[in-house]
């Protein structure tokens, strides 16, 4: 009986692997199958690419795991790299890896009725499929084959799904406000009072550091400048610190060197977290969420007669302006307006017992 040996074919385990050269480019894969014809043909396929590719300048054919491979090793950068590359791991796995030039609408139907049936909200499916046509962007117009060929010849329509799922934000009332903070451990009270004064996102909050304020001069009014880091905009951002804004940094200052809002001496991840979830069950608030803190601070800005442009600079919303570049003037009007969301009292008590507990616990 004659040896089965193949040059650039061989086994590892019970699965044939190739690993060839050809006109200078390896090949270098599992062909995923035990059965040593079934390997032949797939090796022969590839090769058979390769050198169309090489002589009529044919596109070679690119699975999604080396796609998303590549869009991995290009974007280690991103914050949001984790959760991307979990998004294109999971739509591989229900669709399969298929050739990028096989990906489009109807493919992808099956992912999508699949996390519809799974009960997940149409923003997060959308997310997904956001990072998915990144990444066919890229293979359409970035990436391309030694011939000079884009990986894919045209970019693919995938349209974002539209349950009318989304929740509408919650806005809370001072009251509702005045009853979380019964319930909100000390250092979760000064973080929530910061955010519901400034619209700041969750992770600009716990990452504020001492090293971001500035005074205002000739006055002890202050504001945060964001690298662009950590914003969502990626540029720089004032924060613009109100009176009660003002009573949360206060609370803390000195209790941690570099980071503004911390527990037990350490910086926290997120707001969202037990003690946060207890505290609005037990204040009658289960549909709270902490990005509703944002919302609710730019609807009492609304409530105040606070201009639009004027609450797109507070909110840090992207218009288009050099928001850091911001002179005097601009900025003691920004602190005045958004002073007029702040309360005569309501707060008073309330960050006075959390001030009282962060130092007890510091000391």
Not at 99 to 108: A, E, M, S
Not at 258 to 280: E, M
């Amino acid at each position: 009986m004659r040896k089965r040996k193949i040059p650039g074919l061989f086994k590892i385990g019970e699965i044939w692997h190739i690993d060839k050269v050809v006109n200078g480019r390896r090949i270098n894969k599992s062909t995923g199958t035990s059965d040593f014809v079934e390997a032949q043909q797939l090796m022969a396929m590839l090769i058979d690419q390769a050198r169309r590719a090489d002589v009529f300048g044919e596109r070679p054919k690119i699975r999604l795991s080396k796609a998303i491979e590549r869009y991995s090793d290009e974007n280690q950068h991103l914050s949001s790299i984790k959760d991307n590359e979990a998004h294109l791991k999971l739509i591989q796995e229900v669709i399969g890896d298929l050739y990028i030039d096989q990906i489009f609408d109807d493919t992808v139907s099956v992912f999508i009725k699949k996390r519809h049936k799974e009960g997940k909200k149409s923003k997060t499916v959308n997310i997904a499929l956001g990072v998915l046509r990144r990444l066919l962007k890229l293979a359409s117009g970035k990436w391309r084959h030694s011939n000079g060929l884009t990986w894919l010849e045209t970019m693919p329509i995938i349209e974002n799904v539209k349950w009318q799922d989304a929740r509408k934000p919650f806005t809370l009332s001072y009251d509702d406000q005045a009853k979380l903070f019964n319930y909100l451990p000390a250092h979760l009270q000064s973080m929530v009072l910061f955010k519901v004064n400034t619209g700041c996102r969750e992770q600009e909050v716990c990452q504020l550091r001492w090293e971001w304020e500035c005074e205002l001069l000739g006055s002890d009014e202050i504001v945060f400048i964001l690298p662009e880091w950590v914003t969502k905009n990626k540029e720089e951002r004032v924060v613009v610190i109100n009176q009660d804004a003002r009573k949360a940094i206060e609370s803390v200052r000195g209790i941690h060197e570099d980071f503004v809002f911390t527990y037990r001496g350490h910086p926290l991840t997120a707001i969202n977290n037990s003690g946060w979830k207890t505290a609005r069950r037990k204040a009658g608030l289960p549909l709270v969420r902490v990005h509703d803190l944002k919302h609710t601070y730019g609807r009492r800005l609304r409530a105040a007669d606070v201009r639009f442009e004027d609450r797109q600079d507070l909110l840090g919303h992207k218009n288009g302006n050099i928001t850091t570049h911001y002179s005097e003037a601009e900025l003691r009007n920004l602190i005045a307006a958004s002073n007029k969301i702040c309360q005569k009292d309501g707060n008073s008590r309330n960050i006075h017992e959390a001030v009282v507990l962060i130092r007890k616990k510091a000391a």
